[in-house]
């Protein structure tokens, strides 16, 4: 079986892939390991060699073709990809997109960094440049191979991690992949109520269903609730780390919150999120 995996930085991929190798044997290709190895190769660092790469292609393409003759020569085994890209270029794979919060993910590496392309002031810091590099990669890959990396129609599952615990990611993506191999996987977005936010009426034309399904739109990778907002209270009230929602289409006029709604919002819900979308 081949799972593809993706996602913001700071969603926990690394973790992720020794999970799936230590405890099911799967074998793990990270195109991460080839940009090192090119790095070395040129006598260069691993930060150098990412500014190098957003000028010049040829990287990419060398990652590319690696995949690709990966996967071919691979198949039938066990493998999970740790790539931006391979869901693209591994058609037969269960494609898996991680989402996190910036200001958990800001949280987490401003904690965790270990190389010299992790050198942040502060958790804000290490937040904001993240979110920069959030635009910056999103933009290198429409351009590059003209495809939207947060368009979430691209995977079957897209999971946001903030809430929950690196074990807890790991048992949820192994029981979706068990569901997915058996055929007739239902694609699905799975999300935390606490890095959703709350968007005012768009039309008559959106109304609460008896669904628990909370309807969304996504504008620059920020999830937001239309007409939904009391299945998110009662999720938050229940304690629910992540529930199931149905991205529809929407783009930044349907949003019409201001940051002192999101203020009376975390007052109601008795929680605060850690990164605002929005500004005065």
Same mark, same amino acid.
């Given at each position: 079986?081949?799972?593809? @995996? ?9 973790? #992720? ?16 390991? #080839? $940009? ?38 691979? $198949? ?49 810091? /290490?937040?904001? $440049?993240?979110? $920069? ?57 799975? /999300? ?43 999720? %938050?009230?229940?304690?629910?780390? @992540? ?13 019409? @919150? ?10 109601? %819900?008795?929680?605060?999120? /850690? ?6």
């Amino acid at each position: 079986m081949y799972i593809t @995996i993706n996602g913001q930085l700071g969603s926990g991929k690394s973790e #992720i892939c020794k999970f799936f190798k230590d405890e099911h044997g799967f074998d793990v290709f990270s195109t991460g390991r #080839i $940009q090192r190895e090119k790095a070395l190769l040129e006598g260069i660092s691993t930060l150098e060699m990412n500014e190098k790469s957003g000028k010049d292609y040829s990287l990419d393409y060398l990652i590319d073709n690696a995949t690709v003759k990966f996967a071919k020569e691979h $198949q039938g085994e066990d493998v999970i990809f740790d790539s931006r890209l391979a869901w693209h270029f591994v058609e037969e794979s269960f494609k898996i997109h991680l989402l996190v919060s910036p200001g958990e993910a800001g949280r987490r590496v401003f904690h965790n960094r270990k190389t010299e392309e992790e050198k942040y002031k502060s958790r804000e810091d /290490a937040t904001n $440049q993240l979110v $920069q590099r959030r635009s910056l990669e999103a933009e290198r890959y429409l351009k590059v191979y003209n495809v939207v990396m947060n368009d979430y129609n691209n995977y079957n599952l897209v999971l946001d991690t903030t809430s929950l615990s690196i074990k807890e990611v790991c048992e949820i993506l192994y029981n979706e992949a068990c569901e997915y191999k058996k055929g007739n996987y239902k694609n699905k977005i799975l /999300a935390s109520p606490k890095n959703i936010y709350p968007a005012k009426k768009v039309s008559d034309e959106y109304k609460e269903s008896d669904s628990d399904i909370v309807d969304i739109i996504c504008f620059n990778d920020v999830m937001y609730a239309i007409d939904g907002n009391e299945k998110l209270k009662a999720a %938050n009230a229940q304690g629910k780390k @992540i529930i199931e929602v149905n991205l529809i289409e929407g783009n930044k006029e349907n949003i019409s @919150i201001t940051l002192n709604d999101l203020y009376e919002w975390e007052k109601e %819900n008795e929680f605060n999120y /850690a990164y605002y979308p929005i500004s005065e």
